[in-house]
């Protein structure tokens, strides 16, 4: 006879997905422990519970932690001459929350988790590159634009081209703009919107629970034992069965729910794999009777002789007596005996399997408010002139009278002239000096002027205009002269133009004669000589002057030492005879020849 006894074991397992975040520098989790304050998004990091992370929000112009003033200028410059005006505009932006917002935003998550703190802002990585962190940006900008042709309003554009991904770091912007974008970029800074946005693309990383999972099961579990024995002894040999059915059964209903959301490349294999092995370990536990939970309770122990009434005989009482006077008691014998044992547990699991994602990052900051709070700050704002002092220049001409263009020809190389401006009130200021040359080459293509330009560097008052000079003046005869003679001395001035004159006297001669009366004295040709002295040395020159010629006027220019007499002496020439008069001391730069009036010059 056989007993069974059903014992139905229920176990149930749920599986949960959903998403978390991974980023290379820190794991954060996507929607669990995420906060929303302030309008920042606090994501929790995946290991500390009480760790957060805060996702930029918008680009925004940096503030100088020691001025606490807009890291930021705008300059409209305008030329007196016309020649060039514009603008210039350079800042420097931030993903960087200011930190008394993050203190602000600090105490605030605090409350809400206790113990809980911001330990700084995801990090974002170029869009699209999974190796490189360097993260572009774009100036949205009309005026900001290089656009080719003649409706750019913009000359240059310097961006640092790195977005500030990393906590702590800023990108640059800079541009020169024509008058007309400076103008209109000023104009929009006014206004609630300006002319001016950032762009950010980019992405962070997200580490996803691609499969969590928690399995519950209560379980329970009932041991039958079923005893029985039938003993026969009839005439023949007493056999003594003994047969132990113990029988368990056990029903279960399983449960799983899997999500797998498209896109994310999760491997559902990797999810079976899982709830194979979960349900193995289950069934272990349910099943296997050798250990654990299931193993099986210890069988009774079956006396030898369970008959009652039935005394087995020694050898020799059986040898001698044989059965006796014994009563008999038949060997046939039904025997049951029932035994129930109950075990109850509980089974509980949870599993996890991470993967990752790239969560996009797009944000557009408007450079606005900016000089509605900060106008009339003339360090941010400022509208300059290029004749300031710190860029003013003065331009100094030297000239060398084209008077001078013979004595170049005949007596001098050339003249250089040595120029020196010093900065006396600014003492770590160095001097600014520089040369000009003139040689007769200079001279033959009348180019008597030149000129040089040094800078104010900010000196007030006429201060500026004073400077020093000195000329070396090179002869032909290779004699130098510098005026002033002291090597390291200097002339003085302030004059915009300088005469250039060599250290002598130049006297400008006209001679003329009477070509009529030359004629009747039958003079040929009239010779002056003139002497003088040039640095001491003793110099001579001559012209002629011909009857017959058309213009009998002659022009001489003498370069003579100063306050030293010209003499000169004339010649008189016949077809004949040479008259030659005595020297005289000039006394005119006229000279109005004419002939001898005491004889003629033949008589001689």
Same mark, same amino acid.
């Given at each position: 006879?056989t =007993?069974?006894y059903?014992?139905?074991?229920?176990? !149930?397992?749920?599986?949960?997905?959903?998403?978390s975040?991974?980023?290379a520098e820190? &794991?954060?989790?996507?929607?669990?422990?995420?906060?929303?304050?302030?309008?920042?998004?606090?994501?929790?990091?995946?290991e500390?519970?009480?760790a957060?992370?805060y #996702?930029?929000?918008?680009?925004?112009?940096?503030?100088?932690? &020691?001025?606490? @003033?807009? +890291? =930021?200028?705008l300059?409209?410059?305008?030329?007196?001459?016309?020649k060039?005006?514009g603008?210039?505009?350079?800042? #420097?932006?931030?993903?960087?929350l200011p930190?008394?917002?993050?203190?602000?935003?600090?105490?605030?998550?605090?409350?809400?988790?206790?113990?809980?703190?911001?330990r700084?802002p995801? !990090?974002? +990585?170029?869009?699209?590159?999974?190796?490189?962190?360097?993260t572009?940006?774009? !100036?949205?900008?009309? *005026? #900001?634009?290089?656009?080719?042709?003649?409706?750019s309003?913009?000359?240059?554009?310097?961006t640092?081209?790195?977005?500030p991904?990393? /906590?702590?770091?800023?990108?640059?912007v800079?541009?020169?703009?024509?008058e007309?974008?400076?103008?209109?970029?000023?104009?929009s800074l006014?206004?609630?919107?300006?002319d001016i946005?950032v762009?950010?693309?980019?992405?962070?990383?997200a580490?996803? /629970?691609?499969?969590?999972? %928690?399995?519950n099961?209560?379980l329970n579990?009932?041991?039958d034992?079923?005893?029985?024995?039938?003993?026969?002894?009839k005439?023949y040999t007493?056999?003594e069965?003994? @047969?132990?059915f113990?029988?368990?059964?056990?029903?279960?209903?399983?449960e799983?729910?899997?999500t797998? +959301?498209?896109?994310?490349?999760v491997?559902?294999?990797?999810?079976?794999?899982? =709830?194979?092995?979960?349900?193995?370990?289950l069934?272990d536990?349910?099943?296997?009777?050798?250990q654990?939970?299931s193993?099986?309770?210890?069988? $009774?122990?079956?006396?030898?002789?369970?008959v009652?009434?039935r005394?087995?005989?020694?050898?020799? $009482?059986?040898?001698?007596t044989?059965?006796g006077?014994?009563e008999?008691v038949?060997?046939?014998?039904?025997?049951?005996?029932?035994?129930?044992?109950i075990?109850r547990?509980t089974?509980?699991?949870?599993f996890?399997?991470?993967?990752?994602?790239?969560?996009?990052f797009?944000?557009?900051?408007?450079m606005?408010g900016?000089?509605?709070?900060?106008?009339?700050?003339?360090?941010l704002?400022?509208?300059?002139?290029?004749?300031?002092?710190?860029?003013?220049?003065?331009? &100094?001409?030297f000239?060398?009278?084209?008077?001078?263009?013979e004595?170049?020809?005949?007596?001098?190389n050339?003249v250089?002239?040595?120029?020196?401006k010093?900065?006396t009130?600014? /003492?770590?200021?160095?001097?600014?000096?520089?040369e000009?040359?003139?040689?007769? %080459?200079?001279?033959e293509?009348?180019?008597?002027?030149?000129?040089?330009?040094?800078?104010?560097?900010?000196?007030k008052?006429?201060?500026?205009?004073?400077?020093?000079?000195?000329?070396?003046?090179?002869?032909?005869?290779? @004699?130098t002269?510098?005026? /002033?003679?002291?090597l390291?001395?200097?002339?003085?001035s302030?004059?915009?133009?300088?005469?250039?004159?060599p250290?002598?006297?130049?006297?400008?001669l006209? !001679?003329?004669g009477?070509a009529?009366?030359?004629?009747?004295?039958?003079?040929? +040709?009239?010779m002056?000589?003139?002497?003088?002295?040039?640095?001491?040395d %003793?110099k001579?020159?001559?012209?002629?002057?011909?009857?017959?010629?058309k213009?009998?006027?002659?022009?001489?220019s003498?370069?003579?030492d100063k306050?030293?007499?010209?003499?000169?002496?004339i010649?008189?020439?016949? %077809?004949?005879?040479?008259?030659?008069?005595?020297?005289?001391d000039?006394?005119? *730069?006229y000279? #109005?020849?004419?002939?001898?009036?005491?004889? @003629?010059?033949?008589?001689?």
């Amino acid at each position: 006879m056989t =007993m069974r006894y059903f014992n139905p074991v229920k176990w !149930i397992v749920s599986g949960l997905l959903f998403f978390s975040m991974l980023n290379a520098e820190a &794991v954060v989790l996507y929607d669990e422990g995420r906060q929303f304050i302030d309008g920042v998004s606090l994501l929790r990091d995946k290991e500390d519970p009480k760790a957060y992370y805060y #996702l930029p929000t918008v680009p925004a112009i940096a503030i100088d932690p &020691v001025t606490q @003033k807009p +890291r =930021m200028m705008l300059i409209k410059f305008v030329d007196p001459a016309g020649k060039t005006s514009g603008g210039l505009v350079h800042f #420097l932006f931030t993903l960087d929350l200011p930190q008394d917002r993050i203190e602000n935003i600090n105490k605030q998550l605090e409350k809400k988790v206790p113990g809980a703190s911001i330990r700084g802002p995801v !990090i974002l +990585r170029a869009e699209g590159d999974e190796e490189s962190d360097k993260t572009s940006f774009k !100036i949205i900008s009309s *005026t #900001l634009s290089t656009k080719s042709g003649q409706d750019s309003f913009t000359t240059s554009l310097v961006t640092s081209g790195v977005a500030p991904v990393t /906590p702590g770091s800023q990108a640059a912007v800079a541009a020169r703009l024509n008058e007309h974008g400076a103008t209109l970029l000023w104009e929009s800074l006014m206004q609630p919107t300006s002319d001016i946005s950032v762009a950010i693309s980019g992405s962070y990383e997200a580490a996803l /629970p691609a499969y969590r999972g %928690k399995v519950n099961a209560d379980l329970n579990t009932v041991y039958d034992h079923l005893f029985r024995i039938f003993n026969q002894q009839k005439g023949y040999t007493k056999t003594e069965i003994r @047969k132990q059915f113990d029988e368990l059964t056990r029903n279960g209903v399983i449960e799983v729910d899997v999500t797998d +959301r498209e896109g994310l490349g999760v491997d559902s294999s990797r999810m079976a794999s899982l =709830m194979n092995l979960v349900t193995e370990k289950l069934v272990d536990m349910l099943f296997d009777t050798t250990q654990g939970f299931s193993k099986l309770p210890e069988q $009774a122990d079956i006396p030898a002789n369970v008959v009652e009434g039935r005394q087995k005989k020694g050898f020799l $009482a059986e040898l001698f007596t044989g059965s006796g006077d014994q009563e008999y008691v038949t060997d046939d014998q039904y025997t049951l005996r029932e035994k129930q044992e109950i075990k109850r547990a509980t089974f509980s699991m949870v599993f996890t399997q991470n993967t990752t994602i790239k969560v996009p990052f797009n944000s557009t900051g408007n450079m606005s408010g900016i000089y509605k709070a900060w106008g009339e700050d003339n360090e941010l704002f400022r509208v300059v002139g290029l004749n300031d002092a710190a860029f003013e220049k003065r331009e &100094v001409f030297f000239e060398v009278d084209p008077a001078y263009y013979e004595t170049f020809k005949e007596s001098i190389n050339s003249v250089t002239v040595s120029f020196a401006k010093k900065y006396t009130s600014r /003492p770590n200021q160095a001097d600014f000096t520089s040369e000009i040359v003139f040689n007769h %080459k200079d001279i033959e293509k009348a180019s008597f002027s030149k000129s040089l330009i040094y800078p104010r560097l900010g000196l007030k008052g006429s201060e500026w205009h004073d400077y020093e000079y000195r000329t070396v003046w090179s002869f032909r005869d290779g @004699k130098t002269v510098a005026i /002033p003679k002291e090597l390291k001395s200097f002339e003085k001035s302030n004059s915009p133009s300088i005469s250039l004159a060599p250290p002598a006297q130049l006297t400008q001669l006209e !001679i003329d004669g009477d070509a009529a009366a030359m004629a009747e004295a039958n003079i040929r +040709r009239a010779m002056v000589e003139f002497s003088y002295k040039l640095l001491g040395d %003793k110099k001579s020159k001559s012209v002629a002057l011909l009857p017959e010629s058309k213009e009998i006027l002659q022009s001489l220019s003498l370069l003579h030492d100063k306050q030293t007499p010209i003499r000169y002496r004339i010649k008189w020439y016949s %077809k004949t005879a040479v008259k030659t008069e005595d020297w005289r001391d000039l006394d005119d *730069t006229y000279m #109005l020849l004419l002939p001898p009036e005491d004889k @003629k010059i033949d008589d001689n």
